[in-house]
């Protein structure tokens, strides 16, 4: 790689661009874990937290990955034979699934094209047909990361009530909290999965299960063998701002800092903000002539846009172009999509200029790879920005 000068442009769909203000908050002595300054810290920071999941109930926080939060999700609530109802939305989806597998559930695959996301009225008529009641949770992915597909989490919600059943509602949020609207209360959702490394625009390294009082029952009742994840000690000791085992302290104070900076600018704001990103986006893919991987503009990701390649073009030749020409990661295809899409993050800590230096390397690094595109793309977006500001 040659030399790079200037800032790296970090626009794979999270890890995210860690702003400063978070920097700096993070960069503090390790205090006490066990001590009154650390106590009130934490408290704070799980109190407000709730306001970005737009719920009013518990909000258990990990040292962990967003894997850590789904398996806490499955094992809090569930009991080894039980069924999950899930759906082949993509790569992220199909990992959650496995895992499902590998703990001793049986799961209940939607299949799917890796194109559209979770509909509701399969939801609504499995679950009609499940009349023994023998489906215990619906596991969804509300933004699939690896597709730029955003499933209807409301309009489940509604499927599952129609068909009055009693199944819990989990939703991974990993990379749509605090980027596209999400309601954990109004929703009914049972828990909410996710991380710190993309809306939160913290460094990878906290998860979260938000959790309703319906699954907080269910895990008085749940049989799966569990204890790093368990909740029970985890809320106990989150009453005094405590944990039962070492948290991640600094990454604390940058979650607070984080959380401010994002009722600061208002959570309609936030989610406009990525509207309108995403929108330039595909303003700029539709005038390449390029195809958005995503079929239904009803499910179109405000995180991030994943763009196919021409037939006989390799994605990841043309992110390796831009890395080394541009100094810029983009994502990549990830399982069956390996090689056949990229993926521009346009999701974070993010603004109208961070975005027209993106698209030019896009464009740049199609021009210098001799992909076939129509040029144009960057200036569609930037009318579009300029136009709706
Ligand atoms: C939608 C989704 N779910 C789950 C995960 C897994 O999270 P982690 O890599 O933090 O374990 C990711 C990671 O990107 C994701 O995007």
Redesign the pocket.
């Known amino acids: 790689m040659t030399h790079a000068t200037g800032k790296h442009f970090l626009q794979i769909p ?1 890890p995210t661009n860690v702003p400063d203000r978070v920097l700096r908050a993070i960069d503090r002595p390790t205090i006490d874990h066990r001590g009154p300054e650390f106590s009130q810290i934490a408290r704070e920071a799980l109190e407000t937290l709730k306001q970005i999941f737009q719920t009013k109930g518990a909000v258990v926080m990990y040292p962990g ?3 850590g939060a ?1 398996e806490a999700a499955l094992v809090n609530t569930l009991s080894p034979g039980d069924r999950a109802l899930m759906f082949e939305t993509g790569h ?1 989806a199909s990992l959650w699934k496995e895992m499902a597998g590998r703990l001793g559930l049986e799961i209940d695959l939607v299949p799917g094209n890796w194109r559209t996301g979770v509909d509701p009225a399969v939801v609504e008529a499995k679950l009609t047909e499940d009349k023994a009641h023998a489906i215990k949770a619906v596991c969804m ?1 509300h ?3 690896s597709t730029g597909v955003v499933s209807q989490v409301a309009a489940v919600r509604k499927a599952i009530d129609r068909a009055k059943h009693p199944a819990l509602l989990m939703v ?1 949020t ?2 749509s909290l605090a980027s596209i609207d999400y309601r954990h209360d109004e929703w009914g959702v049972d828990v909410t999965v996710a ?1 710190s ?1 993309k809306g939160l625009m913290l460094p ?1 390294g906290l ?1 979260f299960n938000a959790v309703s009082e319906k699954a907080l029952a269910a895990a008085k009742a749940s049989k799966m063998p569990k204890s790093y994840w368990a909740w029970e000690p985890m809320l106990s000791s989150n009453k005094t701002g405590f944990f039962p085992y070492t948290p991640s302290t600094n990454l604390l104070y940058g979650l607070k800092e984080a959380v401010a900076m994002l009722l600061e600018e208002g959570l309609p704001q936030v989610f406009a903000r990525h509207d309108r990103h995403a929108e330039a986006t595909r303003r700029a893919v539709k005038a390449w002539g390029l195809e958005i991987l995503a079929t239904n503009p009803r499910e179109y990701s405000s995180s991030l846009t994943a763009i196919v390649m021409p037939e006989g073009h390799d994605a990841d030749h043309l992110r390796e172009t831009i890395l080394e020409r541009f100094n810029m990661s983009l994502g990549q295809g990830l399982g069956k999509v390996k090689g056949k899409v990229f993926r521009i993050g346009h999701l974070g800590d993010f603004n109208d200029l961070m975005l027209a230096g993106t698209l030019s390397g896009v464009e740049m690094g199609l021009a210098i790879d001799k992909v076939p595109f129509k040029r144009g793309g960057v200036s569609a977006a930037l009318d579009y920005l300029a136009g709706n500001h």
Do not use: A
Request: no cysteine.
């Open positions: 999270g990955s967003g894997t789904w992220f992915v933004n699939e990361t991974d990993i990379s991380g490394q990878p998860s």
